[in-house]
Every structure is written in structure tokens, then in C-alpha cells.
């Protein structure tokens, strides 16, 4: 008899997961903060920002910039994404082992669904253009429903969207925002070590397996009873 927790579909976040677009981003801030004659912010700084949205994107560079009483949170939004519209993709890169670990999963039997912060208009280019969308059965965006992670309604919609229990499903991601929203959805949820994690790691993140590479994904999601009926 088959566990009902066994899973046949997993979710799978984009930035810090399956691709490095922290060098895209901050080319987009640093073009952005120039438009309103400020320098640059480190990369570092920058990619501490990634994971909660564009809006906290911005509105946290704003801040670190010391411009945030001077310029309209909606005009630098606008100014950001014409920039990113530019530099999406076009310096990062898809992290080693995600495609190969991504063609097992389906060679397996498994469904995945892309659940991102990221708005559809630069997610789903991004994933065509890498390569990425070939091995991905769903896109939900930041913007596809009213909420984004950490809520767990973006997990759930993607659950529905591949005809999916959530409790036969499983959230793979890099951040504290991955690891809160697949709690809140009753999920569990495997961190990739080379992310975005933020400060103290991803070994500082209370998940339920740290991954080196998407590669090990496969073994490591059957290893825990986490299979399909492939």
C-alpha cells in the first residue's frame, strides 16, 4: 500500500534555485539608482534583497540607497523593470546539474511546477530562453494570483494547476521565503545550498534536506518516500 505523503508533483522557485539571476538583477539596480543619480549598491547588498518580490526589490534598494523619501516607489518600479526587461538572462545562468536533475525528474514520472516572486512578464521568458520551460509543466508567478510566497496560496494554486495533491507534492528553493511558505502549505521543502539563502546560509534554514546539486534531487526525494507511481 502506497503512504499517502508520497509525491508525484514538485515545486520548484527560480532565483537562487535554477538560475544565478543575481548578476541580471543587480545590473538592473545599479541602472536604475544611476537614472536617480546615486551610485551603485555591492552585489552582495543587492542579492540580500532577492526572494520577496520585485515591489521589496526595489523599495529595499530605495532604502539602501537613502532615496526613499525623494523617489516614488512606483516610478522606480517602472524604471527598474524597463532595465530588467534589458538584462533578464542575459548574464545568468542556469545553475550545474538543474537541467540533468530536471530531466530525471521527468524521466521519473514527475510534474513540477515553476513557483516564483519573480512578475510572469520576466519569469517566463527567462525559462523559455534558458531552456528551463522544455522540463517545467507549470509557471506560477508573482503576479499569477493576488498573493506570493511566503503565503502558501501560490503552492496550492500551482497543486491545482497540475492536478496534484499537496500532500503527495514537494517545494525545492533557496530562501527563508521558500521554507515559510512550504510550511504554511504543509510541504515539505528541500533548500539547494548555493542559493540566496541570505544570512547564515542555508544551514541556517529550518528545511527538511539541504541539496548540493539538482542532480541528487531524484534519490533524494525517493529516499524519502517522496516517489511517484512511475
Same mark, same amino acid.
Given at each position: 500500500?502506497?503512504?499517502?505523503?508520497?509525491?508525484? @508533483? *514538485?515545486?520548484?522557485?527560480?532565483?537562487?534555485?535554477?538560475?544565478?539571476?543575481?548578476?541580471?538583477?543587480?545590473?538592473?539596480?545599479?541602472?536604475?539608482?544611476?537614472?536617480?543619480? *546615486?551610485?551603485?549598491?555591492?552585489?552582495?547588498?543587492?542579492? =540580500?534583497?532577492?526572494?520577496?518580490?520585485?515591489?521589496?526589490? *526595489? %523599495? %529595499?534598494?530605495?532604502?539602501?540607497?537613502?532615496?526613499?523619501? !525623494?523617489?516614488?516607489?512606483?516610478?522606480? &518600479?517602472?524604471?527598474?523593470?524597463?532595465?530588467?526587461?534589458?538584462?533578464?538572462?542575459?548574464?545568468? !545562468?542556469?545553475?550545474?546539474?538543474?537541467?540533468?536533475?530536471?530531466?530525471?525528474? !521527468?524521466?521519473?514520472?514527475?510534474?513540477?511546477?515553476?513557483?516564483?516572486?519573480?512578475?510572469?512578464?520576466?519569469?517566463?521568458?527567462?525559462?523559455?530562453?534558458? =531552456?528551463?520551460?522544455?522540463?517545467?509543466?507549470?509557471?506560477?508567478?508573482?503576479?499569477?494570483?493576488?498573493?506570493?510566497?511566503?503565503?502558501?496560496?501560490?503552492?496550492?494554486?500551482?497543486?491545482?494547476? &497540475?492536478?496534484?495533491?499537496?500532500? %503527495?507534492?514537494?517545494?525545492?528553493?533557496?530562501?527563508?521565503?521558500?521554507?515559510? @511558505?512550504?510550511?504554511?502549505?504543509?510541504?515539505?521543502?528541500?533548500?539547494?545550498?548555493? =542559493?540566496?539563502? #541570505?544570512? =547564515? #546560509?542555508?544551514? @541556517?534554514?529550518?528545511?527538511?534536506? &539541504?541539496?548540493?546539486?539538482?542532480?541528487?534531487?531524484? @534519490?533524494? &526525494?525517493?529516499? !524519502?518516500?517522496?516517489?511517484?507511481?512511475?
Amino acid at each position: 500500500m502506497v503512504a499517502s505523503n508520497h509525491c508525484n @508533483a *514538485v515545486l520548484i522557485d527560480l532565483d537562487g534555485t535554477m538560475v544565478d539571476t543575481a548578476p541580471d538583477i543587480a545590473a538592473a539596480v545599479t541602472c536604475m539608482l544611476a537614472d536617480f543619480g *546615486v551610485a551603485p549598491l555591492s552585489f552582495d547588498r543587492v542579492t =540580500g534583497f532577492i526572494g520577496n518580490g520585485v515591489p521589496n526589490l *526595489v %523599495r %529595499r534598494s530605495l532604502e539602501a540607497a537613502g532615496i526613499e523619501k !525623494r523617489v516614488a516607489i512606483e516610478r522606480a &518600479l517602472l524604471v527598474f523593470e524597463q532595465h530588467y526587461a534589458n538584462t533578464n538572462g542575459r548574464v545568468g !545562468r542556469v545553475f550545474p546539474g538543474v537541467m540533468d536533475g530536471l530531466r530525471e525528474l !521527468r524521466k521519473r514520472g514527475y510534474r513540477s511546477a515553476c513557483v516564483t516572486n519573480k512578475p510572469h512578464a520576466l519569469a517566463a521568458p527567462l525559462l523559455t530562453n534558458t =531552456g528551463l520551460a522544455a522540463y517545467l509543466d507549470v509557471l506560477v508567478a508573482g503576479d499569477t494570483i493576488a498573493s506570493m510566497k511566503p503565503s502558501p496560496e501560490p503552492l496550492w494554486h500551482a497543486c491545482r494547476l &497540475l492536478d496534484a495533491d499537496p500532500g %503527495r507534492c514537494a517545494l525545492v528553493g533557496d530562501s527563508p521565503v521558500d521554507v515559510a @511558505a512550504a510550511r504554511a502549505a504543509g510541504l515539505p521543502v528541500f533548500i539547494v545550498k548555493y =542559493g540566496y539563502a #541570505g544570512q =547564515g #546560509g542555508a544551514d @541556517a534554514l529550518h528545511c527538511d534536506g &539541504l541539496i548540493d546539486s539538482f542532480e541528487a534531487l531524484p @534519490a533524494i &526525494l525517493a529516499a !524519502r518516500g517522496l516517489m511517484t507511481h512511475a
